[in-house]
């Protein structure tokens, strides 16, 4: 794996399941690796949009292609930031 520039634990919803896991940022990719053994690696120049919704509890949606990735994680508003600013 590359240089890490941010590293937590997320809880990533897809399909309507829900995976406690490992969230990483690098300069190329976002990686989950799920306790599961569910690995999703993202490229950064391949994301279609960035959001965050909930009001108390916020929820980091990332949308690439046809795929909707939602990632609860504590400091989504910085973390959104860091991707933003890596997608350019």
Do not use: P, Q
């Not at 490992?22 to 300069?27: A, C, L, S, V």
């Not at 490229?43 to 949009?49: C, G, R, T």
């Amino acid at each position: 794996m590359k240089f890490i520039l941010w590293k937590g634990k997320a809880i990533m919803n897809m399909d309507g399941r829900k995976y406690l896991g490992d969230f990483y940022i690098t300069r190329e990719k976002i990686h989950f690796e799920g306790k599961n053994g569910l690995k999703r690696e993202i490229k950064l120049d391949s994301i279609d949009k960035i959001e965050i919704t909930g009001r108390v509890f916020k929820k980091l949606n990332v949308i690439y292609g046809e795929e909707k990735y939602i990632f609860n994680i504590k400091n989504t508003a910085n973390i959104r930031h860091l991707i933003e600013s890596l997608m350019k």
